[in-house]
């Protein structure tokens, strides 16, 4: 990261009564980065957010705007643009005088500001709409819009999508990270969905019970989840339980995986495996196992496949096989064939 | 970096800062202007006439005297028979209006606001011309006497409908169809669907119901005043201990007394309605009623009658009013309305009356609407907001009797520094604000609370001051609310007689209490006539006040239409 970040949290508490809603928060978020804060639901990121907006005092830590401390300013005196979930938009207002809501400019410039605005999220006619007469993707689009017309240095963004139609959402998730990468402002976007989290931000901040418990690009969180709360939060994820033997192996009923790092023997260890990394025989012997279809979900792409093994335990293992594969080896339920769990993709963490 | 133990306080804006001041002085209004008068009148029930502290001895003799103490049983069987009748018509005529298939439904709910726009004094006076001495319907009386329980009964059973009609119509329009089709497919009949489903369904209406009628008949002045005859009930005494025998330490007596039933209805009526929520789900479907051509024609004929019933007793005071000599001499004339042929005030009051309810709507609408605005969205101060609201739904429980009183005491007392303020215009507003209070706070509240949460937040961050938005956004949205508050205000303050009577100077003497003298005075044509004024005004303003709702809606429709 570079010299100063753009935003820094140092330790931020908030309780409501006894209960501490965020647990000593600290994050620095560098100028221009999309960070998504992403979490179950009740984890802490809507109240981290409207700290970091002002709109909700911190019971203790403090908070830094581009190298100024904001902790006790209001919100006015920060400079940021915020999109709600519900968007907020206002009902008796046109979409023009809505989105020139914070604008303090001569009329001739305003009309021309909101005219760029429009045309930056791709509504150039609907200036003299109201609300109710659009759609909840240019709703959505509006409030961003309104939201970025002061051109503020900070665009927070509260699960912007989670009120639309999945096909919506797909397209504006788009939108959203091309509006970021042309206006390049620092943003800061809550979501619960991981895919959304995965596929639009920088750095995904992973949140649960008011902490962070990772922070890192999405390929990283993705295939090194430091918990196996993330792992098992973000994609999907194979849990099987083991126990560490005395050559270092881990032992799955009658089975033994080995694993690329050194383990201490006698510890119980949850193995992670994602189904896309599970594959057809590979050269080499190790952690190979002889497994049985037993059942198949197609999913378009791939199939999902679940197979079980005499000795391998209770637990199935899921398996994602692309359709290529599938039918190149004419793979149908009741088959049985040896499958690798390469010793390079399994993640370990001592039992829970 | 030390995590801080002690709460970070913000610092706050010009405009924080500002809302602030104002909720404090919100919070200072309400208990300056409830609380502190009400204390007034516990402190005077345990007084003498010579200021000297005598513990309970004032009740104490109240109990002893025979025919103060018979007052409550007198007003307890008032309310009791009264709140029976009007629950069973209100009943009726809400399930005709909701749930059946009846023609003329908007013709009847209008007709059932009559007694609204009439201060209680008027049925009283129609009473006493059509069952009076010479009344052309005395016969039915059977040789008794309209002036008494019957007369009593009748008036409050006219004065109450509307306000459990409202309730129940309320009660028994959020029914679920969904409840109705299965029980019909079980195979249940319509009797069985009317007692295991509608009947439970609007249980909470009912009990709801039940208590406002009760709590509004032991509170009522006017009906009792007019037709009660030598059948004393508690909120006659009041007046006649205060105002007749200055005997203000029995008058806060009989005023605590009156309070208590009052505030056991409305706690039993504030858990009914915590618990009416959950009866509607989201997923409801509402209920469309069917068409069943004998129910519809019973409850048709049956609402006929109610709405002529209510339609005959404001005739008969128009109708006497326009003419010479009831029901003697029907000759047409205007002659009483030249009011100071028989009262000095003559048309003042009425002027007075025009001021009052003038002055109330505006002053109450914006008290009402601003004290609700710095409630539900201003910046959160708990500890205050909690108070607030607490003392905003106080007023529901205080009889306007008992307000009037609470006011004497409280602003007549001679150290008080706004005793000034006693005998003008002015404490007539604000006893008018403080009595209506409660009904307009909710109403706004739930206007306020509607609107997105985060409206405030979003102006916040575009650094757009509170009052910007609060006139561009939050008014705008709440007019229909607005003009609401402000026609209850209005209504409410042209009609209302009980804390009025008590605060009036010769110079801010209001129609309602003119039509009161009038009618003491034995002058019932002319005060059949300045009722007729009020109804005539209250009616006006209402019809102006749908002229603006309508016109609101078509101008905001197509922001409006989700
Ligand atoms: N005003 C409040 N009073 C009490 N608890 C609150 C309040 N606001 C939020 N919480 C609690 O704090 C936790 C975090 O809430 P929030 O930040 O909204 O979660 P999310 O991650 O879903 O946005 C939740 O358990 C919530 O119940
Ligand atoms: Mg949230």
């Known amino acids: ?352 | 970096m030390t995590a801080n133990a002690l709460p970070l306080r913000m610092k706050r804006t010009g405009d924080a800062l500002a809302l602030d001041g104002a909720l404090v002085l919100l919070g200072l209004f309400l208990a300056v202007f409830i609380v502190l008068p009400l204390a007034m009148v516990a402190l005077y029930s345990v007084y003498d006439r010579n200021d000297a502290f005598v513990g309970l001895a004032n009740y104490a003799a109240f109990l002893d005297t025979p025919s103060l103490a018979h007052s409550i049983g007198n007003s307890l069987t008032m309310a009791l028979v009264s709140t029976a009748i009007t629950t069973v018509l209100a009943f009726t005529y809400a399930f005709a209006i909701t749930r059946t298939a009846m023609p003329g439904k908007g013709v009847f709910k209008a007709l059932a606001q009559i007694p609204i726009l009439a201060p209680s004094l008027l049925p009283g006076i129609s009473l006493v011309y059509l069952f009076g001495n010479q009344g052309p319907l005395r016969v039915l009386l059977m040789g008794e006497s309209i002036y008494g329980p019957i007369g009593i009964v009748l008036g409050e059973v006219f004065y109450t409908f509307p306000h459990a009609l409202m309730i129940l119509t309320v009660a028994l329009s959020t029914a679920d169809a969904r409840l109705y089709e299965a029980a019909e497919s079980l195979g249940a009949g319509p009797l069985r669907r009317f007692f295991t489903i509608t009947l439970p369904g609007a249980r909470y209406g009912l009990i709801s119901a039940v208590f406002v009628v009760f709590t509004l008949v032991i509170t009522d002045f006017g009906v009792p005043k007019v037709v009660g005859g030598q059948y004393n009930v508690l909120a006659t005494d009041v007046y006649k201990q205060v105002v007749g025998q200055q005997n203000f330490g029995m008058g806060a007596v009989v005023g605590m007394v009156l309070l208590l039933p009052a505030v056991l209805a409305f706690a039993a009526d504030w858990i009914g309605q915590r618990k009416q929520t959950a009866l509607l789900s989201a997923r409801s479907v509402p209920y469309v009623p069917p068409r069943r051509p004998w129910c519809d024609r019973v409850m048709f004929a049956l609402c006929v009658v109610i709405a002529a019933l209510l339609v005959g007793i404001l005739g008969t005071a128009a109708f006497a009013s326009l003419i010479r000599y009831w029901p003697y001499d029907l000759t047409p004339t205007l002659a009483h309305y030249a009011f100071a042929e028989v009262d000095e005030t003559g048309w003042r009051s009425y002027g007075n009356s025009l001021i009052l309810a003038g002055l109330t709507a505006v002053a109450g609408t914006l008290i009402v609407f601003a004290g609700a605005y710095l409630v539900e969205r201003g910046p959160a101060h708990t500890g205050i907001k909690a108070a607030v609201r607490l003392l905003a739904i106080v007023p529901l429980a205080v009889p306007g009797m008992v307000l009037g009183l609470a006011y004497i005491f409280f602003f007549n007392h001679p150290g008080n520094p706004l005793n000034a303020l006693y005998g003008t215009m002015g404490i007539l507003v604000l006893a008018t604000v403080v009595h209506f209070y409660t009904v307009s706070h909710l109403t706004a509240a739930t206007a306020l609370k509607q609107l997105d949460a985060e409206f405030e937040s979003v102006s916040a961050s575009l650094k757009v001051p509170v009052w910007r938005t609060f006139f561009r956004v939050t008014v705008p949205l709440c007019l229909p609310a607005i003009l609401d508050i402000a026609l209850y205000f209005f209504v409410n303050a042209m009609t209302t007689v009980s804390a009025v009577v008590f605060l009036y100077a010769p110079d801010t003497k209001t129609a309602s209490v003119a039509v009161l003298n009038m009618d003491d005075a034995g002058e019932i044509a002319g005060a059949a006539a300045m009722a007729m004024m009020i109804v005539i005004t209250s009616a006006a303003v209402r019809l102006l006040h749908t002229g603006l709702s309508h016109g609101l809606s078509q101008r905001t429709q197509t922001w409006r239409k989700r």
């Open chain 1, 1 to 352: 990261m570079t010299a100063t970040p753009y935003l820094r949290l140092s330790n931020v508490v908030k309780s409501f009564g006894a209960f501490q809603a965020l647990k000593g928060v600290s994050l620095d978020i560098g100028r221009g980065e999309f960070v998504c804060f992403l979490g179950p639901s009740g984890c802490g990121k809507t109240t981290l957010l409207r700290i970091i907006a002002g709109l909700d005092p911190q019971t203790a830590g403090t908070v830094e705007i581009a190298g100024r401390d904001v902790s006790r300013l209001p919100p006015s005196a920060r400079d940021y643009g915020i999109v709600f979930q519900s968007y907020a938009l206002f009902p008796n207002l046109t979409v023009a005088r809505n989105i020139a809501y914070g604008l303090k400019l001569k009329r001739k410039a305003e009309e021309e500001r909101v005219r760029d605005l429009l045309a930056l999220i791709g509504l150039p006619d609907i200036g003299a709409k109201f609300p109710s007469q659009l759609s909840g993707g240019q709703q959505q689009r509006v409030a961003l819009a309104r939201a970025l017309a002061p051109s503020p240095g900070l665009l927070l963004l509260d699960e912007p999508l989670s009120a639309l139609d999945a096909q919506v959402r797909l397209h504006l998730r788009r939108q959203i990270r091309e509006l970021h990468d042309r206006l390049g402002i620092t943003t800061i976007m809550v979501t619960h969905d991981q895919e959304e989290a995965l596929t639009m931000a920088d750095r995904i901040v992973v949140m649960n019970h008011g902490d962070i418990v990772q922070t890192g690009t999405p390929g990283a969180v993705y295939r090194e989840p430091a918990t196996p709360f993330i792992a098992d939060f973000v994609g999907t994820m194979n849990f099987l339980k083991g126990t560490v033997d005395e050559t270092g192996r881990i032992r799955l009923g009658s089975i033994h995986l080995h694993s690329a790092r050194p383990l201490t023997p006698g510890a119980d260890v949850t193995v992670c495996v994602r189904p896309e990394d599970v594959v057809i025989h590979r050269p080499g012997p190790v952690n190979t196992i002889d497994m049985r279809i037993d059942a198949m979900e197609f999913l378009g792409p791939f199939h999902r496949v679940r197979l079980t093994a005499d000795g391998f335990g209770p637990q199935p293992l899921t398996a994602d096989f692309s359709a290529n594969l599938v039918r190149d080896h004419r793979l149908a339920t009741g088959d049985r064939l040896p499958v690798t769990l390469p010793a390079e993709h399994l993640r370990i963490y001592p039992a829970a």
